[in-house]
């Protein structure tokens, strides 16, 4: 990231199922339907803007985090099961 860049990526995530079929994943460019699970990243602007990336559970590269991020104990019993059922897939990839 370069010096003049205006956005800072937040750390922690945030978790959700989608609303609606309007969010687009921003890995694969492709919508998240709705009731699926989607994560939220977080930038913060220079000037105070708040921008939102969602993408897809699948598309999530670091699964082991999202027990911890926001909204993950609001999420209902059916998407804490896709999101334990994808974390358990890709740590048995990982190995
Ligand atoms: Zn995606």
């Known amino acids: 990231m370069s ?3 205006p956005w ?3 750390t922690l995530p945030i978790i959700g199922t989608a609303m609606n079929d309007k969010s687009m994943c921003q890995a ?3 919508h998240i339907s709705r009731g699926q699970v ?3 990243v977080i930038f913060h602007h220079l000037n ?3 921008a939102l990336d969602w993408h897809h559970l699948t598309c999530c590269e670091t699964p082991d985090l999202l027990p911890q991020v926001e909204g993950y104990e ?3 019993t059916q998407a804490k099961d896709q ?3 994808y974390i358990q897939q890709y740590q048995v ?3």
């Open 48 to 50: 105070g803007y708040i």
């Open 38 to 40: 989607r994560i939220g």
């Open 93 to 95: 990839l990982s190995i």
């Open 83 to 85: 999101v334990s059922t």
């Open 28 to 30: 694969c460019k492709r």
């Open 8 to 10: 800072t990526r937040s």
């Open 3 to 5: 010096a003049s860049n």
């Open 74 to 76: 609001l999420l209902p």
